[in-house]
């Protein structure tokens, strides 16, 4: 299988609702929290890719485009985008739709890195199988 496919092969998406609990005093969903769904996300795509122990090194530039309000659905997309030697990075997008309305938006989008690691923690080589 080539790179490209294991790529794609690697998408992860999960869908959650936005209770009231994961909200601040604005009703929307807390900025902390949705780093950390998008980063359990990535990570899912991270280890579906490589099959190896993985850990996040970085989170790049994240985007709140627009507010996530309690009551809605989001969906969490999780990507590989690119691929090194130890490292790979994957894309993190957060989609909300109304529960009840067709209408969907990107509501924040993100880059994680992680690096594949052995049973002491040291950088290895992504399997890449190709």
């Known amino acids: ?52 122990r993985c850990v996040t090194v970085s989170s790049d530039r994240i985007d709140f485009a627009r507010p996530i309000p309690a009551g809605t659905i989001i969906e969490l997309v999780g990507q590989v985008i690119s691929v090194g030697n130890t490292s790979l990075k994957v894309r993190t997008d957060i989609y909300v739709e ?3 309305e067709e209408k969907r938006e990107k ?15 040291n950088p290895i080589p992504i399997n890449k199988n190709e």
């Open 1 to 52: 299988m080539t790179t490209e496919e294991r790529m794609k092969q690697a998408e992860t998406r999960v869908f959650k609702t936005v209770f009231p609990n994961n909200t601040n005093h604005y009703d929307t969903l807390f900025g902390g929290t949705a780093l950390s769904m998008m980063d359990e996300v990535a990570f899912i795509a991270a280890t579906r890719f490589t099959r190896q």
């Open 98 to 100: 109304q529960m009840y």
């Open 107 to 121: 509501a924040v989008s993100g880059t994680f890195t992680f690096v594949a690691i052995d049973e002491d923690k």
